[in-house]
């Protein structure tokens, strides 16, 4: 079996809601505790947490976890310098990782049995990139394997991991996650997800 870490990206701001949206609940539980939960019942090792403001908040809300909590100091360039420090800290800490997987925190569908089918579609496709496909095109959660790794690192600050998925088209095997689609930037989005109730578990 290959040994697949994981990235989850928490060290935005979430400007556009007016809190951590790391930090707010569904169903008694934080959107980051819901993802690092995830990836921790399909075994994903090492999971990198990387935070960038409300640092306190997030170190507290991760401390009964096992997984790895990085400052990405330059968080307010862009998405990309904290896909970077994920890539950077697997390479200089972990030379048997043979792929990672990306994640985000406001996705709320995101649950464990998606990952274990981004897992077993990488492996009976053999491709270098398994993209989550929703609302026409291709994004996160997305796996890529470690040859990707030095196009993960040339990332512009601002830019995300969709731009290595479509530039290797040819490479990506697609995951239907029409759901990927939700997720939460505003407060409208939040009174949404809530008044019809925190989504079923895709089992």
């Known amino acids: 079996m290959a040994k697949i870490g994981a990235i989850i990206l928490a060290a935005g701001e ?12 569904l169903q008694c539980k934080t959107l980051l505790r819901h993802v690092v939960d995830a990836v921790t019942e399909v075994h994903c090792s090492p999971t990198v947490v990387v935070i960038g403001i409300h640092q306190a908040e997030l170190r507290n809300e991760l401390h009964a976890t096992e997984v790895v909590v990085l400052e990405n100091k330059n968080w307010r360039r862009g998405i990309g310098t904290s896909i970077r420090a994920g890539v950077q800290y697997l ?28 897992v077993r579609l990488r492996e009976s496709t053999q491709k270098s990139i ?27 600050d601002e830019a995300g991991a969709k731009s290595v ?10 995951f239907g996650f029409p759901q990927g689609e939700i997720d939460i930037d505003t407060r409208d989005d939040w009174k949404k997800l809530t008044q019809a109730g925190h989504p079923a578990r895709d089992d």
């Not at 998925?165 to 697609?174: D, G, Q, S, T, W």
């Open 91 to 118: 390479l200089d800490n972990k030379a048997n990782v043979d792929g990672v997987i990306l994640l985000v925190c406001d996705q709320p569908f995101v649950n464990a049995n998606t990952i274990r089918k981004l």
């Open 14 to 25: 979430s400007s556009r809601l007016g809190k951590p949206k790391q930090l707010i609940e």
């Open 130 to 156: 398994v993209a989550s496909s929703y609302a026409g095109t291709l994004g996160v959660p997305a796996l890529f394997d470690r040859s990707l790794f030095p196009e993960l690192l040339s990332l512009g």
């Open 165 to 174: 998925i479509l530039k290797n088209r040819a490479r990506v095997a697609e």
